[in-house]
């Protein structure tokens, strides 16, 4: 072996970390006996995830394209492979204290969750097209399976089904966007497009806006922004809950991580000042700007009706997805340091409310507002922790998400242009508060209908509060993540 | 009858057959109402970028890279397939029909 290649699998190590774990968790599966509690798979998967972490430290100092420049080693891979992997470790933790994934498939569970996280791993750092569909279809084929996994459940297939529909257009009008984005510029290697892009000084006919066009549909299919985004709430509902956890931040970020690499390296280049500026004749920042504002618009209006408490996490996730677009409007650090800053604290607090739900859903086998009545009262950890999350979610002072907010938009009004934008998120915000808080009435204000004694579990009530501390925590002590995500930011190839 | 051979024999001609396939693919996935009619929209979706992929590969850049991406899509569509004939058949099974139209207990 060379010693490029070497070099190469180096800074793939986290990747390669992980690929060996999984082959080392069917061997483990064949020698463990099935008994009734088997965490071992859990276990597995967070140490794969521990070790990826580290592999990450070790290989994110430098920065640097490799394996031919079709995967890239820079800041935003750091970060979001640290995202990733977090992730998958604390979804799989979800996972198997949660009665919806039985215990005879937790092995299969595990596998399918590393698979998923090494997909995106690759979606993160792919700098050539061939790479990101790959990686895009590595994640989504295996969504499919984890959105199914209630093999006997009418709703959980049928979530598999719609998801499996929706999934294989977009990623078919997604290829062919790329194919004619090939025709064009000739090349399938980010650099060598912006090349070609730059060149043409604007000068860009109509089949470069169809395929750009195409693209967006499948990208925004990953992140389910408007007007791809409604499978999320029928998959959300459907799927089980852990994995519903799972799909709202993990694939999530990961499509958003592909979609800021291709606005900020094929049709944006960096300024001196560290900026970025789009390319001659490719203005996209209107065109983000209205995506942003009618995600969230369409996201919190159709949440307001909703009584399944599952479905209106999953519109609020598409409403999270349209402020966090909005950072990318301004196309400057302030901006990309509050997406950063945003999705740190869209994780901890969503993954968090998902928990609860799973917990709830668990109890009561089913997941509406009524299954809440009271549980605040016979559950005050979980209630608490539930009130945090929520606050977090609607952006009240004191808690991350408002930080994050606050970030975002304040980047928007300094940059000026779009201060319709930054008013309508507000608005926005205080609309969302109307559904989140009915959540809230119903643990806390309403009522049980039975008197009950429930307890929370050690298992849950430990995972709950590590997530609600970190929420709280960020809300009033921020400044280390933002050095983190400035630094971040600084190097982006 | 030259003009034609000579057009079939040209990118132009191979994006016309891309083209079309894509449209039909499109239009495959929105009228059908069978599950197995909507995954062969998929696939004619998938193979119409394939098509495109080998010809701009071939007249365009001279390159061997589009004709790997278009392996790489069919084994993708192979591995969709595998998957999708899988949830279509359990779904099969609890619904004892494969109408896309009864996936609907779910509704806002």
Redesign the interface.
């Known amino acids: 072996m060379s010693a490029e290649t070497l070099h190469n699998i180096k800074l793939f190590a986290p990747e390669v970390c992980l690929t060996l774990f999984l082959c080392l968790l069917f061997i483990v599966d064949g020698l463990i006996p099935k008994s009734r509690t088997n965490k071992v798979p859990m276990m597995v998967t967070i140490i794969a995830c521990i070790a990826a972490v580290l592999l990450t430290c070790k290989v994110g100092t430098t920065s640097e394209a490799y394996f031919g420049g079709m995967l890239v080693n820079d800041g935003l891979t750091k970060f979001f492979r640290y995202f990733f992997f977090f992730t998958a470790a604390v979804s799989s933790y979800v996972a198997f204290g949660s009665s919806e994934i039985e215990n005879r498939s937790r092995m299969e569970f595990s596998l399918l969750l590393i698979c998923t996280t090494i997909g995106m791993g690759i979606m993160a750092g792919a700098t050539h097209l061939l790479v990101l569909y790959m990686g895009i279809e590595m994640v989504s084929i295996i969504s499919f399976v984890m959105a199914g996994f209630k093999r006997d459940n009418l709703r959980s297939n049928e979530a598999s089904f719609k998801y499996l529909v929706f999934g294989g257009v977009a990623s078919g009008l997604m290829i062919y966007g790329f194919s004619l984005l090939y025709g064009l510029t000739g090349s399938l290697n980010y650099p060598q497009i912006t090349a070609y892009l730059s060149s043409t000084q604007g000068n860009l006919g109509l089949v470069f806006w169809l395929s750009l066009v195409l693209i967006y549909g499948g990208l925004a299919y990953k992140i389910s922004a408007f007007p791809m985004h409604f499978w999320a709430p029928d998959v959300y509902e459907g799927a089980p809950t852990p994995v519903a956890t799972f799909f709202s931040v993990g694939p999530k970020a990961a499509g958003f991580a592909a979609f800021l690499r291709m606005v900020l390296t094929v049709f944006a280049a960096k300024t001196a000042e560290g900026n970025w500026q789009m390319l001659p004749g490719i203005s996209l920042t209107s065109a983000i700007a209205v995506i942003s504002a009618l995600t969230m618009v369409v996201g919190n209006l159709s949440a307001i009706g909703q009584t399944n408490v599952k479905r209106i996490l999953a519109y609020s996730s598409i409403a999270h997805v349209g402020y966090m677009l909005m950072g990318l409007v301004t196309l400057d650090r302030s901006g990309l340091t509050a997406i950063i800053f945003y999705l740190i604290a869209y994780c901890a607090m969503n993954i968090g409310a998902f928990w609860v739900v799973g917990v709830v859903s668990n109890l009561r086998g089913r997941e509406d507002l009524d299954a809440f009545r009271g549980m605040g009262w016979s559950m005050p950890v979980l209630g608490t922790c539930m009130g945090v999350f929520i606050f977090s979610l609607t952006g009240i002072p004191m808690f991350s998400g408002f930080i994050g907010k606050f970030l975002i938009f304040g980047s928007v009004i300094k940059s000026g242009g779009f201060l319709w934008l930054a008013l309508l998120g507000v608005l926005n915000s205080v609309v969302s508060l109307y559904y989140y808080i009915k959540i809230l009435k119903s643990m806390w204000l309403d009522k049980p209908e039975i008197a009950e004694s429930l307890t929370l579990s050690p298992y849950h009530a430990f995972g709950l509060v590590g997530l609600a501390i970190p929420t709280v925590v960020l809300g009033l002590y921020f400044t280390p993540i933002l050095e983190f995500a400035e630094r971040t930011l600084s190097n982006i190839l | 009858m030259n003009q034609l051979i000579q057009f079939s024999s040209s990118l132009q001609g191979y994006?016309a057959v891309?083209a079309i396939l894509?449209a039909l693919?499109i239009f495959c996935?929105m009228t059908r109402k069978n599950?197995i009619g909507?995954?062969l929209?998929?696939e004619l979706?998938?193979n119409?970028?394939?098509i495109?992929?080998v010809?701009?590969s071939k007249f365009?850049?001279g390159l061997i890279?589009?004709q790997?991406?278009a392996l790489?899509?069919m084994l993708?569509a192979a591995?969709?397939a595998a998957?999708?004939l899988?949830?279509?058949l359990?779904?099969y099974r609890?619904?004892q029909t494969i109408d896309?139209d009864e996936?609907?207990?779910?509704r806002?």
């Open positions: 994006l891309g894509f693919g996935v599950a909507i995954l929209g998929i979706i998938l119409a970028a394939g495109n992929f010809a701009f365009r850049t890279d589009g790997i991406v790489f899509i993708i591995a969709e998957v999708a899988a949830v279509i359990r779904f609890l619904k896309a996936a609907s207990i779910m806002n």
